[in-house]
């Protein structure tokens, strides 16, 4: 199985009550920052978003569930990992950073963190996400109120659940012959290309929803989808769903306002990729890897 950043770590068991509050892992965000106790901005980064990563940074771990202070707005059980109880919690855009603890990105930590943890604070940015905009019931208006036993936030009135969101997107890496068709969208980093990706519509398949989404992003037509691998990418809640592909028909015709340049790249020259961070760095590797071992280039 393909390992991926933000993948759930094989030790840990989601729980939604604590039975016993003990000593925890405190997954504490401010908007999307993390609080972490971390060393020097000093290490490079493979993230074009990220001019410098840390030195070292790990998740506090307290025992006092009062240490927030008054201000926390809200706070969830994740549940255990290994033997550690998991803890999220969100505090106001302003709040300063206790004593030898800072606020950064998760992009920047990335590599950083312990792989488990960082995949745990993905986990708990989209936890907090959804516990945020689910607070009054979307059909009647009342305020929701949490589940004993379960991940979901129910109406008292009209008994409408709401479950944590997930937005499912595929991503395309399109071949012809020793050629990939990487893109930028207008938000991409100076220089930066990648693989097509777009949100699933309601009503159709992943495979129609590649077609489409490529067909529109840069009017050419594909064959012969197979899957990669999917990821959990909570920016803010998505799950990517990548295939590699073939070209069928069609010149290049960028989308305006979502494709800023697309092109055709030679496998051994290809531009400046996305980090290592997103499955779309995983997929790129994977196929020219796969192309230089079967000698298509
Ligand atoms: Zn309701």
Same mark, same amino acid.
């Given at each position: 199985?393909?390992?991926?950043?933000?993948?759930?770590?094989?030790?840990?068991? +989601?729980?939604?009550?604590?039975?016993?509050?003990?000593? *925890?892992?405190?997954?504490?965000?401010?908007?999307?920052?993390?609080?972490?106790? #971390?060393?020097?901005?000093?290490?490079?980064?493979?993230?074009?978003?990220?001019?410098?990563?840390?030195?070292?940074?790990?998740?506090? $771990? /307290?025992?006092?569930?009062?240490?927030? *202070?008054?201000?926390? $707005?809200?706070?969830? &059980?994740? @549940?255990?990992? @290994?033997?550690?109880?998991?803890?999220?919690?969100?505090?106001?855009?302003?709040?300063?950073?206790?004593?030898? #603890?800072?606020?950064? *990105?998760?992009?920047?930590?990335?590599?950083?963190?312990?792989?488990?943890?960082?995949?745990?604070?993905?986990?708990?940015? /989209?936890?907090?996400?959804?516990?945020?905009?689910? +607070?009054?019931? @979307?059909?009647?208006?009342?305020?929701?109120?949490?589940?004993?036993?379960?991940?979901?936030?129910?109406?008292?009135?009209?008994? $409408? %659940?709401? &479950?944590?969101?997930?937005?499912?997107?595929? #991503?395309?890496?399109?071949?012809?012959?020793? +050629?990939?068709?990487?893109?930028?969208?207008?938000?991409?980093?100076?220089?930066? =290309?990648?693989?097509?990706?777009?949100?699933?519509?309601?009503?159709? !398949?992943?495979? /129609?929803?590649?077609?489409?989404?490529?067909?529109?992003?840069?009017?050419?037509?594909? %064959?012969?989808?197979? &899957?990669?691998?999917? +990821?959990?990418?909570? =920016?803010?809640?998505? $799950?990517?769903?990548?295939?590699?592909?073939?070209?069928? !028909?069609?010149?290049?015709?960028?989308?305006? *306002?979502?494709?800023?340049?697309?092109?055709? =790249?030679?496998?051994?020259?290809?531009?400046?990729?996305? %980090?290592?961070? !997103?499955?779309?760095?995983?997929?790129?590797?994977?196929?020219?890897?796969?192309?230089? !071992?079967?000698?298509?280039?």
């Amino acid at each position: 199985m393909t390992h991926l950043p933000f993948a759930r770590p094989p030790d840990f068991e +989601q729980l939604v009550r604590c039975e016993a509050p003990g000593e *925890g892992l405190w997954f504490v965000f401010r908007g999307d920052q993390l609080l972490v106790e #971390m060393g020097p901005l000093e290490r490079p980064s493979d993230d074009a978003r990220v001019r410098m990563r840390p030195a070292w940074a790990r998740i506090p $771990l /307290q025992k006092n569930h009062n240490w927030l *202070g008054s201000g926390t $707005l809200r706070c969830l &059980y994740l @549940g255990v990992l @290994g033997r550690q109880q998991c803890w999220a919690a969100e505090l106001p855009k302003d709040a300063a950073a206790p004593a030898g #603890m800072s606020w950064e *990105g998760l992009r920047a930590l990335f590599s950083v963190l312990d792989d488990r943890h960082f995949a745990l604070a993905g986990r708990a940015l /989209q936890l907090l996400d959804w516990d945020r905009t689910h +607070q009054f019931c @979307g059909r009647c208006g009342t305020r929701t109120e949490p589940h004993a036993e379960e991940r979901v936030r129910i109406c008292p009135a009209c008994k $409408l %659940s709401a &479950y944590p969101r997930v937005a499912p997107a595929v #991503m395309a890496l399109i071949k012809r012959e020793s +050629q990939l068709l990487l893109a930028r969208g207008p938000h991409f980093p100076p220089g930066m =290309f990648s693989a097509l990706a777009g949100f699933v519509e309601p009503g159709e !398949s992943l495979e /129609q929803c590649i077609e489409r989404e490529v067909l529109e992003e840069v009017g050419v037509r594909i %064959s012969n989808s197979r &899957y990669f691998a999917s +990821q959990s990418w909570p =920016f803010p809640h998505s $799950l990517m769903i990548a295939f590699v592909c073939d070209w069928a !028909s069609g010149d290049i015709k960028p989308q305006a *306002g979502e494709i800023e340049e697309a092109n055709w =790249f030679e496998v051994l020259q290809l531009p400046k990729l996305p %980090s290592k961070i !997103s499955i779309a760095r995983k997929l790129i590797d994977a196929v020219v890897e796969e192309m230089k !071992s079967t000698n298509d280039v």
